[in-house]
C-alpha cells in the first residue's frame, strides 16, 4: 500500500504510543502476551485495589465494563487496520455508527501526538 492509498490511522499504533510515553517496553509486552485477556483483565483490578488500598468498593465495575472493552477494541481495530473503512468492516459495523463509537470514545485524538 502506498502513502497516497493510506488512510489517517496506518501510523497509529497503541504499542508505540504506550512505549513513547515509557508505560510499556518490549520486555514487558513479550510477557503481557503469555497471559490470556481474562489473566491481565484480573491482574489489572488485583494491582487498583491495591493501590486503592486493598477495596474498589462502590465503583460501578460490572457495568462499565461493556464501555471499558468497547474502548480496548475500538482502539486496537483503529491500530490495526489502515482506514477507518477498514476498520469498520473488521469490526462488522458500518461507516457511520463506526464514525459515532470513534467519537464517543475519543479514538482518534487519544492517537493524536501531543507536545
Known sequence: M???????????????????????????????????????????????????????????????????TNDAVLKYAYSATSTKMEAARFLGLDKNRFNQLVKKYQIESYFEEKD
Open 2 to 68: 502506498n502513502k497516497k492509498t493510506q488512510g489517517k490511522n496506518s501510523q497509529s499504533s497503541l504499542s508505540k504510543k504506550l512505549q513513547k510515553q515509557n508505560k510499556t517496553t518490549d520486555e514487558f509486552e513479550v510477557m503481557l502476551n503469555n497471559l490470556s485477556l481474562e489473566e491481565v483483565i484480573g491482574l489489572k483490578l488485583e494491582l487498583a485495589a491495591k493501590a486503592a488500598g486493598g477495596m474498589l468498593y462502590g465503583l460501578p465495575i460490572w457495568y462499565s465494563l461493556k464501555n471499558i
